[in-house]
């Protein structure tokens, strides 16, 4: 079953689960607008992912109230917010030095520092996990620094590698595989397993980098 308004379409996931398919909204503000709901306490999970947003209850009752309830979050008044955008401001001190970033320059048809100095002067968000724990996807990269991810992947990328891909950047956790441009690296540890939360970012919080002196 499936229900449609506007651009956005609200299907059913297995017995307790609805997918929102987001066309004209980003994943993160719709699953921190769900979030915020006085409702969403009865929610076991709320998963943004590149254009959709899995939202689990926990329990296979009541779902269609569930579904309005998301109906009111996508179509009301709030669903196209123009205030301050929620989440932390979190600032990510980035040496840009990477291995890519002279490849980079020269595709894009500009100098490495002006690279580095575009890269640094935009807000990004993080739109979702994926790919690998602490795998945080930041949207945002400005249209004049985007290209295709690698032909061939490096086997193993270290942590605190910073990348470019597409309109999105990444901070490495370390341990993975990685086909993204690799244009810088920072000391901060933004996953780590001993720390609780190990995760240090969250869906919605606005990523600044700041670059630093090699």
């Given at each position: 079953m499936s229900t449609t308004s506007g651009k956005t379409i609200l299907r059913r996931a297995g017995d307790r689960g609805w997918l929102i398919e987001c066309a004209d909204r980003l994943p993160a503000e719709v699953a921190t607008s769900i979030r915020a709901q006085p409702w969403a306490s009865g929610l076991r999970e709320v998963?943004?992912?590149?254009?959709?947003?899995?939202?689990v209850a926990e329990t296979a009752a009541g779902m269609d109230k569930l579904a309005a309830g998301l109906r009111t979050v996508l179509d009301g008044p709030g669903a196209h917010p123009t205030g301050p955008p929620p989440?932390?401001?979190?600032?990510?001190?980035?040496?840009?030095?990477?291995?890519?970033?002279?490849?980079?320059?020269?595709?894009?048809?500009?100098?490495?520092?002006?690279v580095a100095r575009r890269h640094g002067a935009g807000e990004y968000r993080v739109g979702f996990f994926g790919f690998a724990p602490g795998f945080a996807y930041l949207d945002g990269?400005?249209?004049?620094?985007?290209?295709?991810?690698?032909?061939?992947?490096?086997?193993?990328?270290?942590?605190?590698?910073?990348?470019?891909?597409?309109n999105q950047t990444v901070v490495y956790p370390g341990g993975t595989p990685g086909g993204w441009h690799q244009i810088g690296v920072t000391t901060t540890r933004l996953w780590d397993v001993t720390a609780d939360p190990p995760n240090r970012l969250a869906v919605?919080?606005?990523?600044?980098?700041?670059?630093v002196t090699p």
């Open positions: 998963v943004p992912a590149a254009a959709t947003v899995l939202v989440g932390r401001r979190i600032v990510i001190p980035v040496r840009y030095d990477g291995p890519d970033l002279p490849e980079v320059a020269e595709r894009l048809g500009l100098a490495p520092e002006e990269v400005p249209e004049s620094l985007r290209l295709p991810r690698l032909s061939s992947p490096r086997p193993r990328v270290a942590a605190g590698v910073v990348a470019i891909a597409g919605g919080d606005r990523i600044v980098f700041e670059a």
